[in-house]
């Protein structure tokens, strides 16, 4: 009977130091390990331009980017969008981080939400894609982090901040909310992934803005029906 409670106290035990492992925030090189290598760089192209890098990331539907990502000029359609993948090192010469590149097809998007899916060929060796969190989680003060493809310093960059504010109905759309950052962000990262301090999902980089992760999983699911 005492090695049976001996051995019910330690499971006990290391139960709740997983617990409480998995409730420590990640240091922000660690969050950049293990998110960065699901985070893709987009180029849209059609018959008369191929617009800038802009960012997406993999999730299991796909590849998740910002509608406004894939925008032209108004009225002009992407016609063929290229998808590369990161690298094992950056090294900011884009003759090198940019060989490994695959086609990928606009399978939906929303203009309001500023959502779009792609789809493209699963590429052997990738890390687990990014899993959606729960964006109702986050409050203001929390940090949050984003990697994306800045005009100024490179691709593949990492910026963090604190969230500043959370808006729902966000310029009139009925169930868009945001989140917005003082991350230093540009154009580049439109598409990116907003990560909380525990490297989870919680937003996707719009004009300005996140659109939240609980708006992207009802957005998604309602394309399932």
């Not at 420590?24 to 998110?35: F, H, T």
């Not at 032209?72 to 590369?84: F, K, L, M, N, Q």
């Not at 969230?163 to 868009?176: I, N, Q, W």
Request: hydrophobic share 40%.
């Amino acid at each position: 009977r005492r090695e049976f409670l001996k051995c019910a106290l330690l499971m006990v035990m290391l139960i709740v130091v997983s617990v409480q492992a998995s409730d420590v925030p990640l240091r922000p090189k660690e969050i950049y390990r293990r998110a960065s290598r699901a985070v893709v760089a987009l180029q849209c192209a059609n018959a008369k331009e191929t617009a800038s890098l802009r960012t997406g990331f993999i999730i299991d539907a796909g590849i998740l980017t910002a509608q406004s990502a894939l925008s032209g000029a108004p009225g002009e359609t992407c016609e063929s969008i290229r998808v590369y993948l990161k690298p094992v090192r950056v090294s900011g010469d884009p003759k090198q981080d940019f060989t490994e590149s695959h086609s990928g097809r606009l399978i939906r998007s929303d203009n309001r939400l500023d959502l779009a899916l792609i789809k493209f060929e699963k590429v052997p060796g990738i890390e687990a894609p990014l899993v959606l969190g729960d964006s109702n989680q986050i409050q203001i003060g929390d940090s949050v982090a984003t990697i994306g493809f800045s005009k100024t310093v490179g691709p593949w960059t990492m910026t963090q901040g604190i969230v500043t504010s959370l808006l729902s109905d966000f310029r009139g759309v009925p169930g868009k909310t945001v989140i917005n950052a003082n991350a230093t962000v540009d154009e580049g990262f439109l598409g990116a992934p907003l990560l909380d301090s525990y490297g989870r999902l919680v937003g996707i980089g719009s004009m300005n803005t996140f659109v939240t992760s609980n708006v992207v999983k009802k957005w998604i699911e309602s394309g399932r029906k």
